[in-house]
């Protein structure tokens, strides 16, 4: 009987010798950190006219890239790039257009490490 044990014991142990070890933690990296977008986008409407502000605000200095596009009565649209500076908001466009009971601001916007993105505002078709 005292030769079973080891060997019993060595069956016990043996899945926890085949079981894979966890791999050790490691810290994220800035680009795994998910961070709010850089961008931010502000539609007013008052007396028959859209008032719009695009700023920008990121926690590290970083590009940015931009499509701003206005449809009321008719259409406007503003590119451009930046660098942002680390935690400085900045007006990057305001634009002022007359507006119908149908209107669509949409943004188009790339930053560095992020997948580009779009925002809108209004009654914007879909797709």
Known sequence: MTSAL???????LLPLLLAPFP?????????MIETPQALTLDVE???????VRLTGLSPQA?????TLEVKG??????RGSTRLAPGVAAVLSTM????????????????EGR?????????CPAG
Do not use: K
């Not at 791999?23 to 680009?31: C, Q, V, Y």
């Not at 002022?96 to 930053?111: G, I, K, M, Q, S």
């Not at 997948?115 to 009654?123: S, V």
């Open 6 to 12: 080891p060997t019993l014991a060595r069956l016990l």
């Open 23 to 31: 791999a050790p933690a490691t810290p994220e990296t800035p680009a």
């Open 45 to 51: 409407t008052r007396d028959g006219m859209l008032e």
């Open 62 to 66: 970083q590009a940015v890239s931009y």
């Open 73 to 78: 009565r008719s259409t406007s649209r503003h």
């Open 96 to 111: 002022r257009a007359a507006a119908d009971e149908d209107w669509c601001v949409t943004l188009h916007a790339e930053e």
């Open 115 to 123: 997948a580009p993105y779009e925002i809108t505002r209004g009654t």
